[in-house]
């Protein structure tokens, strides 16, 4: 049988703006994809915790509030603690390019702009899903 | 990782890896459930069915934390449709459990139907067994809630809940042939909202039309999203449990379910050999000469059957 | 020759044009030409005539400014008597930073603050809560107590500024400590001005900071209504906002609707709360988006003044005729703003504030070109707020009253949006209401599914987005960006640990026990606020009682 590719689309959190996490969410279930949304005002334990138990190939997290360089690393730790440490992160909102370099370094693997293409963003998680977990 | 024995100890990563392996019709995940099947049939299973709207996602997390409240593990396998055409999916009932594993001791796993019809995904079956020999003492199954066809629950689950909301009155109607039958339990749901009584009678009297000696289903008024009633619906399961346990139906119940594991193994085994001989080039010449009307199709499904049996 | 005659000789005319136009056109230009719509799917003809409008009966649709159905505005001089204010939205992240922001400002001439809190205070939590831990200060002031509401207004003269907050679940307890501050410099209740923003339902539908489910928010609002109209006379209580449901995706169309469904709930509210329409509808106030499409927008706020005044009218029998009058706060569209070519952001904001001015609000904020990237910077907040003033002092625009009133294209527009915009409302009326309509999620799927649809449309390319999807440049976005200091959260900690230690804790105790007895019967819930932020129970305990009485809302239905 074919493979899936699972999705955590996830906003860590208080902040509210969930238009373009829904936007995504659908466009990647449009594209083949399992995906699972979180709905606002998550914890990164929550997170971490749901993004293990789905084994998710995947965690998209989206921030709007200025507050992505606390949430995301926790998020990433957080993974690692519990063994998904080969979960492809990815992150998106408003974040400054000058903080880009600070997320990549803690684990965010890739950050998408607003207003970046969707085609783009699900051909970046097609090439980079982490698939030897199941080869 | 090593999954086997990772599962005996309840590590959920482990847990999680293999429920992937067995949706993906993975090697690895049949040769998990050969190695792990003797330490199932502890766990108790209990179907949670309905229409969309009907509240189930909420009202199993609160099933889920009252039993766990009590010192028991709980799993919930919670199935959503994919969609025909992507193949995609968007698994929505997460979203009303998404704090429940931190506060709880609670697993919870979101599959697509990928295709299966009947209100589950074809690997729920076996993911119930993943979970049963990781140590969990219930496991909760939340159905699609596509309406009509949600009667496979009842070959998973030792005790099926068919939960409705107030104003779903016509959906009882066209649920009567099939989903009326199957119910242990019904939950009117979103009590707190008008028309609650109107559809417990209505449910109450369509129930009495077949009422029977023995287990005589009964119909509850729950608020999930107020946490009211909850707990009556988890001793009613507890009580139901104890009536199949008492007259042996149990013990019946899990014969037919094993006999059910075999079935679906030996169906995945032969569609894969029909679908392999399907693919063979001889096959290909058949069915184009079935096209073009020079043979007929039972002539050619007989000859790939005789194939299959005594080509090896 | 008669009006028959006339619109007969127009038609023929016409047709016989429509005729030349299709022959120059074929082939030629884009499909446009044979297919074109507006945001919200309203058909646009290549050409409006008289016969558009034929329907139109001025008195009945128009009439003149400050007068019913208020079509053309809501106050007789408009603009020519007093420009719109110019109210720029603004949070920084301390309050003594704030503070001197606000000082500055008024020193400059401003009459009007506009408030905004982080969303640790939006969501009724300390800045020491757990899940307060990277949000402090971020999207604006950090409030707590009392003692930072005093510092925020040091000095500031509350009897004679206005002051908008954009605060909504919490909202009781953060006008509770704006009328203690008052008090307290021997100023009445009966003397301030201002808005809180206290629309809960648009946060259930599109902005996503509630906190108790909608029945007990509800009487929360009702509340407020009750205790301003006679201790807060002119107060605005809630400020009913589309903005945010048009930044989550919804068309004009739907914008207009829901916003005044929404408004309907909650006069229907009041009114069963045992209120009087006539004394609470006239603080009722509005708060719409200013989107790209310039004469759809402006036919929009038009649609809106006019259906309001009937509804008020008509539907809940209003007599005095300053509850019929919609009056409203319009912010450019915040979603339009693209991270490619910021400077491309200055024009979509001219435009949306053109839009705003040409359709009569009241008062606007216009975004600045960087914040699709990060907090503004003080020379693009400087050069939004000039791009309203080049429009009001400049462009001519604010010179005579409803410049486009009797175009034939925003007549027929302004008719078509009222038009839609009636279908959504008699939808959620057989829905049982905007409360009911956002419990069962219809609400939010109408919102998706339009923003689904016009993402879809930019990735298409059918709709072009300069910079972004079309006329693209390489190159790094704007790298001048505001960022806010994260040791902030401790020393907002240090803050809350230092005031717990000196206030009479005993009292606290005391008037939580007020707010809570309160909040589980019947009687207004204000005075107990009052009481309580005063002993400087923080705005984290108030909120605590309360989810401990009225529980949390979760949202029923995500897709």
Same mark, same amino acid.
């Given at each position: 049988?074919?493979?899936?590719?699972?999705?955590?689309?996830?906003?860590?959190?208080?902040?509210? !703006?969930?238009?373009?996490?829904?936007?995504?969410?659908?466009?990647?279930?449009?594209?083949?994809?399992?995906?699972?949304?979180?709905?606002?005002?998550?914890?990164?334990?929550?997170?971490?915790?749901?993004?293990?138990?789905?084994?998710?190939?995947?965690?998209?997290? =989206?921030?709007?509030?200025?507050?992505?360089?606390?949430?995301?690393?926790?998020?990433?730790?957080?993974?690692?603690?519990?063994?998904?440490?080969?979960?492809?992160?990815?992150?998106?909102?408003?974040?400054?390019?000058?903080?880009?370099?600070?997320?990549?370094? !803690?684990?965010?693997?890739?950050?998408?702009?607003?207003?970046?293409?969707?085609?783009?963003?699900?051909?970046?998680?097609?090439?980079?899903?982490?698939?030897?977990?199941? =080869? | 990782?090593?999954?086997?024995?990772?599962?005996?100890? @309840?590590?959920?990563?482990?847990?999680?890896?293999?429920?992937?392996?067995?949706?993906?019709?993975?090697?690895?995940?049949? %040769?998990?459930?050969?190695?792990?099947?003797?330490?199932?049939?502890?766990?108790?299973?209990?179907?949670?069915? @309905?229409?969309?709207?009907?509240?189930?996602?909420?009202?199993?997390?609160?099933?889920a934390a009252l039993l766990a409240a009590g010192g028991a593990k709980v799993g919930?396998?919670?199935?959503?449709?994919?969609?025909?055409?992507? #193949?995609? %999916?968007?698994?929505?009932?997460?979203?009303?459990?998404?704090?429940?594993?931190?506060?709880?001791?609670?697993?919870?796993?979101?599959? #697509?139907t990928r295709g299966s019809l009947g209100g589950l995904n074809r690997s729920t079956?076996?993911?119930?067994?993943?979970?049963?020999?990781?140590?969990?003492?219930? *496991?909760?199954?939340?159905?699609?809630?596509?309406?009509?066809?949600?009667?496979?629950?009842?070959?998973?689950?030792?005790?099926?809940?068919?939960?409705?909301?107030? @104003?779903?009155?016509?959906? *009882?109607?066209?649920?009567?042939?099939? *989903?009326?039958?199957?119910?242990?339990?019904?939950? *009117?749901?979103?009590?707190?909202?008008?028309?609650?009584?109107?559809?417990?009678?209505?449910?109450?009297?369509?129930?009495?039309?077949?009422?029977?000696?023995?287990?005589?289903?009964?119909?509850?008024?729950?608020?999930?999203?107020?946490?009211?009633?909850?707990?009556?619906?988890?001793?009613?399961?507890?009580?139901?449990?104890?009536?199949?346990?008492?007259?042996?139906?149990?013990?019946?119940?899990?014969?037919?379910?094993?006999?059910?594991?075999?079935?679906?193994?030996?169906?995945?085994?032969?569609?894969?050999?029909?679908?392999?001989?399907?693919?063979?080039?001889?096959?290909?010449?058949?069915?184009?000469?079935?096209?073009?009307?020079?043979?007929?199709?039972?002539?050619?499904?007989?000859?790939?059957?005789?194939?299959?049996?005594?080509?090896? | 020759?008669?009006?028959?005659?006339? /619109?007969?000789?127009?038609?023929?005319?016409?047709?016989?044009?429509?005729?030349?136009?299709?022959? $120059?056109?074929?082939?030629?230009?884009?499909?446009?030409?044979?297919?074109?719509?507006?945001?919200?799917?309203?058909?646009?003809?290549?050409?409006?005539?008289?016969?558009? $409008?034929?329907?139109?009966?001025?008195?009945?649709?128009?009439?003149?400014?400050?007068?019913?159905?208020?079509?053309?505005?809501?106050?007789?001089? +408009?603009?020519?008597?007093?420009?719109?204010? +110019?109210?720029?939205?603004?949070?920084?992240?301390?309050?003594?930073?704030?503070?001197?922001?606000?000082?500055?400002?008024?020193?400059?001439?401003?009459?009007?603050?506009?408030?905004?809190?982080?969303?640790?205070?939006?969501?009724?939590?300390?800045?020491?809560?757990?899940?307060?831990?990277?949000? $402090?200060?971020?999207?604006?002031?950090?409030?707590?107590? /009392?003692?930072?509401?005093?510092?925020?207004?040091?000095?500031?003269?509350?009897?004679?500024?206005?002051?908008?907050?954009?605060?909504?679940?919490?909202?009781?307890?953060?006008?509770? +400590?704006?009328?203690?501050?008052?008090?307290?410099?021997?100023?009445?209740?009966?003397?301030?001005?201002?808005?809180?923003?206290?629309?809960?339902?648009?946060?259930?539908?599109?902005?996503?900071?509630?906190?108790?489910?909608?029945?007990?928010?509800?009487?929360?609002?009702?509340?407020?209504?009750?205790?301003?109209?006679?201790?807060?006379?002119?107060?605005?209580?809630?400020?009913?906002?589309?903005?945010?449901?048009?930044?989550?995706?919804?068309?004009?169309?739907?914008? &207009?609707?829901?916003?005044?469904?929404?408004?309907?709930?909650?006069?229907?509210?009041?009114?069963?709360?045992?209120?009087?329409?006539?004394?609470?509808?006239?603080?009722?106030?509005?708060?719409?988006?200013?989107?790209?499409?310039?004469?759809?927008?402006?036919?929009?706020?038009?649609?809106?003044?006019?259906?309001?005044?009937?509804?008020?009218?008509?539907?809940?029998?209003?007599?005095?005729?300053?509850? /019929?009058?919609?009056?409203?706060?319009?912010?450019?569209?915040?979603?339009?703003?693209?991270?490619?070519?910021?400077?491309?952001?200055?024009?979509?904001?001219?435009?949306?504030?053109?839009?705003?001015?040409?359709?009569?609000?009241?008062?606007?904020?216009?975004?600045?070109?960087?914040?699709?990237?990060?907090?503004?910077?003080?020379?693009?907040?400087?050069?939004?707020?000039?791009?309203?003033?080049? /429009?009001?002092?400049?462009?001519?625009?604010?010179?005579?009253?409803?410049?486009?009133?009797?175009?034939?294209?925003?007549?027929?527009?302004?008719?078509?949006?009222?038009?839609?915009?009636?279908?959504?409302?008699?939808?959620?009326?057989?829905?049982?209401?905007?409360?009911?309509?956002?419990?069962?999620?219809?609400?939010?799927?109408?919102?998706?599914?339009?923003?689904?649809?016009?993402?879809?449309?930019?990735?298409?390319?059918?709709? $072009?987005?300069?910079?972004?999807?079309?006329?693209?440049?390489?190159?790094?976005?704007?790298?001048?960006?505001?960022?806010?200091?994260?040791?902030?959260?401790?020393?907002?900690?240090?803050?809350?640990?230092?005031?717990?230690?000196?206030?009479?804790?005993?009292? &606290?105790?005391?008037?939580?026990?007020?707010?809570?007895?309160?909040?589980?019967?019947?009687?207004?819930?204000?005075?107990?606020?009052?009481?309580?932020?005063?002993?400087?129970?923080?705005?984290?305990?108030?909120?605590?009682?309360?989810?401990?009485?009225?529980?949390?809302?979760?949202?029923?239905?995500?897709?």
């Amino acid at each position: 049988m074919e493979e899936k590719i699972r999705v955590l689309v996830a906003k860590p959190g208080l902040d509210g !703006h969930d238009r373009g996490a829904k936007v995504l969410a659908r466009a990647l279930m449009e594209a083949g994809m399992e995906v699972i949304y979180s709905g606002i005002r998550r914890t990164p334990e929550q997170i971490a915790e749901v993004a293990v138990q789905e084994d998710v190939d995947v965690v998209m997290l =989206s921030c709007l509030s200025g507050a992505h360089n606390t949430l995301f690393p926790r998020v990433v730790d957080l993974l690692r603690q519990k063994g998904g440490g080969d979960i492809l992160v990815l992150g998106g909102g408003i974040i400054p390019e000058d903080d880009m370099p600070f997320l990549k370094e !803690h684990g965010i693997q890739e950050v998408f702009y607003p207003g970046a293409p969707i085609k783009a963003t699900i051909q970046y998680v097609r090439d980079n899903v982490h698939k030897e977990k199941h =080869s | 990782m090593d999954v086997q024995s990772d599962i005996r100890t @309840g590590d959920t990563r482990a847990i999680a890896r293999a429920i992937t392996w067995i949706e993906n019709a993975d090697a690895r995940g049949a %040769a998990l459930v050969h190695d792990i099947y003797r330490q199932t049939g502890r766990a108790y299973i209990v179907g949670i069915t @309905g229409s969309p709207g009907s509240g189930k996602s909420t009202l199993i997390a609160r099933m889920a934390a009252l039993l766990a409240a009590g010192g028991a593990k709980v799993g919930i396998l919670a199935v959503d449709p994919s969609s025909p055409f992507s #193949g995609g %999916a968007l698994l929505g009932d997460r979203i009303r459990m998404f704090d429940i594993s931190l506060t709880h001791d609670v697993y919870m796993r979101s599959m #697509g139907t990928r295709g299966s019809l009947g209100g589950l995904n074809r690997s729920t079956r076996m993911a119930t067994r993943i979970l049963d020999a990781a140590g969990f003492d219930w *496991i909760l199954i939340e159905t699609v809630g596509a309406g009509q066809s949600e009667v496979d629950v009842h070959d998973v689950a030792y005790t099926t809940v068919v939960v409705l909301a107030p @104003g779903m009155g016509d959906d *009882i109607q066209a649920m009567k042939a099939g *989903i009326m039958e199957i119910g242990d339990a019904f939950v *009117i749901n979103k009590a707190d909202r008008e028309g609650a009584d109107r559809t417990l009678n209505q449910v109450e009297s369509i129930l009495h039309l077949s009422a029977a000696e023995g287990w005589n289903p009964p119909v509850l008024k729950v608020s999930a999203e107020q946490n009211a009633g909850v707990d009556e619906l988890v001793a009613v399961i507890a009580r139901h449990r104890v009536h199949l346990e008492e007259d042996g139906e149990l013990d019946r119940i899990k014969v037919r379910m094993a006999r059910l594991d075999v079935v679906e193994i030996l169906k995945e085994r032969l569609t894969d050999t029909m679908n392999t001989e399907l693919e063979r080039a001889a096959t290909q010449a058949e069915l184009e000469k079935v096209a073009t009307r020079e043979t007929d199709p039972y002539t050619v499904a007989d000859m790939i059957v005789d194939k299959i049996w005594r080509g090896r | 020759m008669d009006e028959k005659e006339r /619109l007969a000789q127009i038609r023929s005319a016409g047709a016989a044009w429509q005729e030349k136009a299709d022959k $120059v056109s074929v082939g030629k230009t884009c499909k446009a030409y044979a297919d074109c719509a507006t945001v919200s799917g309203i058909d646009v003809k290549l050409l409006y005539t008289p016969e558009d $409008v034929g329907e139109m009966d001025y008195m009945r649709d128009l009439g003149f400014p400050g007068e019913y159905p208020f079509t053309r505005g809501y106050q007789p001089t +408009m603009y020519r008597g007093r420009l719109w204010t +110019m109210r720029q939205y603004a949070g920084f992240a301390t309050v003594e930073e704030s503070n001197r922001r606000y000082k500055y400002l008024l020193g400059q001439g401003q009459t009007g603050l506009s408030i905004a809190f982080d969303l640790p205070t939006q969501l009724g939590l300390d800045a020491d809560h757990p899940l307060a831990d990277g949000e $402090v200060g971020k999207v604006g002031v950090s409030v707590s107590s /009392l003692a930072d509401m005093e510092v925020l207004f040091d000095g500031i003269p509350l009897d004679q500024v206005s002051t908008s907050m954009t605060i909504n679940a919490p909202a009781a307890v953060l006008l509770a +400590m704006y009328i203690a501050v008052a008090r307290r410099n021997g100023i009445g209740a009966d003397k301030l001005n201002g808005t809180i923003q206290n629309d809960i339902l648009k946060e259930y539908s599109a902005r996503g900071t509630y906190i108790f489910p909608p029945t007990p928010s509800m009487r929360i609002i009702n509340d407020i209504f009750a205790y301003c109209s006679k201790e807060v006379p002119n107060w605005n209580t809630i400020s009913i906002s589309g903005y945010h449901m048009r930044e989550a995706g919804c068309t004009a169309v739907q914008e &207009v609707a829901f916003t005044l469904a929404d408004g309907i709930a909650y006069v229907d509210a009041a009114i069963k709360a045992g209120l009087n329409v006539d004394d609470f509808a006239q603080r009722l106030s509005f708060f719409f988006n200013a989107h790209n499409n310039l004469l759809e927008e402006v036919a929009k706020f038009r649609a809106a003044r006019r259906m309001w005044a009937r509804i008020m009218k008509e539907r809940f029998q209003a007599q005095n005729p300053k509850s /019929l009058m919609l009056r409203f706060h319009t912010q450019t569209a915040g979603s339009t703003l693209t991270s490619q070519q910021v400077d491309n952001n200055v024009v979509r904001v001219t435009l949306q504030a053109l839009a705003a001015v040409l359709g009569g609000t009241q008062s606007l904020h216009t975004n600045s070109r960087d914040e699709a990237l990060s907090l503004p910077t003080e020379e693009s907040v400087r050069i939004a707020l000039r791009t309203q003033q080049i /429009l009001g002092y400049e462009s001519g625009v604010a010179d005579t009253v409803d410049p486009l009133a009797g175009s034939y294209y925003v007549e027929s527009l302004t008719n078509r949006i009222e038009k839609e915009a009636w279908k959504y409302i008699q939808k959620i009326d057989d829905l049982g209401g905007a409360v009911k309509a956002v419990e069962n999620g219809y609400v939010q799927r109408e919102i998706q599914n339009s923003a689904y649809a016009y993402q879809m449309s930019v990735e298409s390319g059918e709709r $072009v987005v300069v910079g972004a999807n079309k006329f693209q440049l390489l190159g790094k976005p704007l790298k001048n960006v505001t960022r806010i200091d994260s040791s902030l959260s401790s020393q907002r900690r240090a803050e809350l640990e230092a005031l717990k230690a000196r206030r009479d804790n005993a009292r &606290v105790e005391h008037v939580l026990a007020g707010v809570k007895a309160a909040a589980g019967g019947t009687e207004n819930l204000m005075p107990a606020i009052i009481g309580a932020v005063d002993a400087y129970a923080t705005l984290g305990e108030i909120c605590g009682v309360l989810r401990s009485v009225y529980g949390e809302y979760r949202p029923d239905a995500s897709f």
